[in-house]
């Protein structure tokens, strides 16, 4: 598996955010990490990394990222092992990953559950395993007026920000911020590892998604749909098509990016959009999760204790739907600077 967010592209997209980033190598392993961290303590941050062929290769990679966060001055280095040999079958990951003195972090990052669509399959197989509805909606949009295109010029972002700010408004959510996925298409697209696909009805766009390419996977990042032409179903058939579009190009994985865990009931409130991604087919992928090494036991001490300190806060706040608006607001304001 090759992971978009420990690639070159990766690195470069951040590098022009304005962070500091590290990229190392050695026998069987590499990584990509990035300096984070406000007020509440710097720490470095490697997504969905490192990588790592045997659990030696794993250990000489968390060796190499600590001494990196010395240097850098950060608490604690941040990992998410998921392309890691971190046990050689003896031991849980888990218990590997304690045993080496990392401990879960106070917050999942990326999803530690996804769907993957094995694109080495024949067109017919990948969608003959998806649910009659999409195969349908796939087949037969186009009669209903419905176009799609893909595009690579990152001035096109535009149409999917329109969409994911309408979204926000309606189901109150916290959205990636316009400046960052405006740098992810300049940053991606002109070294082709991004594509933003755009839905149109009668040549006016009804939606919009884009997508993150490693040199074998497709990643579904960010999509949005226009409210009003939600019984067309648009949705759908654009994640065929981007799907289709994939292995056209020649890549192994199409990547439906976070799911709800599989033992997740109806109450999990990712339980919605995960039923949509299996929609899909594919199969279900499970990884380690979100763990911190600490570098400075005493300062990731304080860090966990302020963490939990505002979540606390943050949880009274919800409870007392009676806070009058203009202390609501200041505390979301505390908690969005803290994070």
């Known amino acids: 598996m090759a992971n978009i967010l420990q690639s070159n592209a990766w690195a470069g997209f951040q590098r022009n955010l304005g962070h500091t980033v590290f990229q190392a190598s050695g026998d069987g392993w590499r990584y990509l990490a990035v300096v984070e961290g406000g007020r509440t303590g710097r720490y470095l941050y490697c997504p969905y990394g490192p990588e790592a062929r045997t659990p030696q290769a794993f250990e000489a990679a968390l060796d190499h990222l600590a001494r990196t966060a010395r240097a850098e001055r950060c608490w604690f280095v941040r990992v998410e092992p998921v392309d890691a040999a971190v046990t050689d079958g003896l031991e849980t990951p888990e218990a590997s990953l304690r045993r080496r003195g990392l401990r879960p972090a106070p917050r999942q990052v990326q999803p530690g559950h996804t769907q993957v669509i094995d694109l080495t399959q024949d067109e017919d197989a990948i969608l003959q395993d998806m649910k009659s509805t999409n195969r349908n909606l796939h087949r037969n949009i186009a009669k209903k007026g419905v176009t799609f295109t893909a595009s690579t010029d990152p001035e096109d972002v535009d149409v999917l920000l329109g969409f994911l700010e309408a979204t926000a408004e309606r189901k109150d959510f916290t959205r990636q911020q316009d400046a960052y996925l405006r740098e992810a298409a300049r940053s991606l697209m002109p070294v082709g590892a991004a594509s933003l696909y755009v839905a149109r009805l009668d040549g006016e766009p009804i939606g919009a998604s884009l997508v993150y390419d490693s040199d074998d996977t497709r990643t579904y990042a960010h999509a949005a749909m226009d409210f009003e032409h939600r019984r067309l179903s648009a949705g759908i058939p654009l994640v065929v098509r981007m799907v289709l579009d994939a292995k056209q190009k020649g890549l192994r994985r199409f990547d439906l990016f976070g799911t709800a865990p599989e033992d997740a009931g109806p109450d999990h409130a990712w339980h919605g959009f995960t039923k949509f991604k299996k929609s899909f087919g594919g199969r279900p992928e499970s990884y ?52």
């Not at 204790?305 to 979301?332: D, F, H, I, N, Y």
């Open 288 to 339: 380690p999760g979100t763990w911190d090494l600490p570098v400075s036991r005493a300062k990731y001490a304080a860090y966990t204790g302020v963490r939990a300190a505002r979540e606390a806060a943050v949880s009274a706040r919800k409870s007392l739907p009676g806070l009058p608006g203009w202390l609501r607001q200041t505390l979301a304001g505390v908690h969005r600077r803290e994070a």
